[in-house]
């Protein structure tokens, strides 16, 4: 999975957090408002799931980018 996402390049990641990660925007981004649901034990439905997963994918998928760019890095100094 790893390789899978440090052959994809950094503007797609951008893209992705930017649009699908942030959206919509007001009042709050709606990953934000689930993480907060999350915390707060009140993410019971299936479609707040679900939304908990498409728009935090971008952002764990450019967390696994960061970390294998910089893993990769620090492994070949």
């Known amino acids: ?10 503007p797609i990641f951008i893209v992705a957090c930017a649009t699908i990660g942030l959206a919509p925007l007001f009042p709050e981004p ?3 408002e ?4 999350l915390v707060q034990r009140s993410l ?3 479609l707040d799931w679900f939304d908990l997963l498409m728009h935090g994918t971008p ?3 450019l ?11 620090l492994g070949s100094d």
Not at 34 to 37: Q, S
Request: hydrophobic share 60%.
């Open 1 to 10: 999975m790893l390789l899978l996402v440090s052959e994809i390049n950094w």
């Open 30 to 32: 709606n990953a934000w």
């Open 63 to 73: 967390m696994l980018k960061i970390w294998g760019t910089f893993s990769r890095r």
């Open 44 to 46: 019971k439905r299936a």
């Open 59 to 61: 952002w764990v998928l």
């Open 34 to 37: 689930k993480l907060r649901m």
